[in-house]
């Protein structure tokens, strides 16, 4: 059976496809993953960057994430004593964007319809649509302060809020300990290598 031969077209949008996925594989490398390899601190000072950074990402917070990092850098030094780099942790934000904020935010407020009982509607998909649309209709001007704090206070973006708590606990979990073994793996990996250059180098002057 003879083969199918591929349009011009399709040829083409294939490749631009292949050239988008390959542009952001480059980019979250240069970006995500060489920043944590040149870190120069013990694993669990990157994993923390990491973990704050994507968990951060999973919350209703979309315009002040970068703010968001920088206060819990704030008070994990100041209250928990232990730091990470803020601007590692602002970089793994990424994960919030426009394509995955939707789904997100809407898993984020069906979990906060399950803490808070709302059996009845649970899923509230109707809701959250009709509010996600206002979050960008909303006038941040001074006669629409009563409209932005009842979105606030009453609308879904407290059970959002409320949501994303679980879900950035599992993904600190989670991140925290993917880059600790990414991180023990590299260093591991590094050592060995520079034990055999300089097994080689004693070799070659012996």
């Known amino acids: 059976m003879a083969k199918k031969r591929k ?15 390959e542009r952001m594989r480059r980019l979250m490398h240069y970006q995500l993953i060489i920043p944590m390899l040149r ?11 990491v973990a704050i950074g994507f968990a951060v990402g999973i919350t209703p917070t979309a315009g002040l994430q970068l703010i968001s990092c920088a206060l819990a850098w704030i008070i994990a030094k100041k209250i928990f004593k232990w730091d990470f780099n803020v601007i590692l942790a602002m970089a793994w934000t990424w994960n919030s964007n426009t394509f995955t904020i939707p789904p997100i935010y809407y898993i984020c407020f069906v979990t906060g319809q399950i803490m808070l009982g709302n059996w009845h509607d649970v899923f509230g998909y109707q809701a959250f649509a009709q509010h996600f649309e206002g ?14 704090a009842d979105f606030l206070v009453t609308g879904v973006f407290l059970k959002m809020m409320l949501g994303s ?4 606990v599992l993904s600190y979990w989670v991140f925290y300990r993917w880059t600790m073994r990414f991180m023990e793996r590299y260093h591991l990996a590094r050592s060995e290598r ?3 250059k300089r ?4 070799g070659a002057g012996g």
Not at 199 to 202: G, L, P
């Open 7 to 21: 349009t011009p077209h399709a040829v083409r949008a294939r490749r631009k496809q292949k050239s988008f996925y």
């Open 39 to 49: 870190s120069k601190h013990a694993p669990e000072y990157t994993a923390r960057s």
């Open 135 to 148: 979050i960008f209709d909303l006038d941040l001007s001074w006669d629409s302060v009563g409209d932005v």
């Open 165 to 168: 708590i679980p879900w950035f």
């Open 194 to 196: 520079q034990a055999q």
């Open 199 to 202: 097994s080689a180098r004693q």
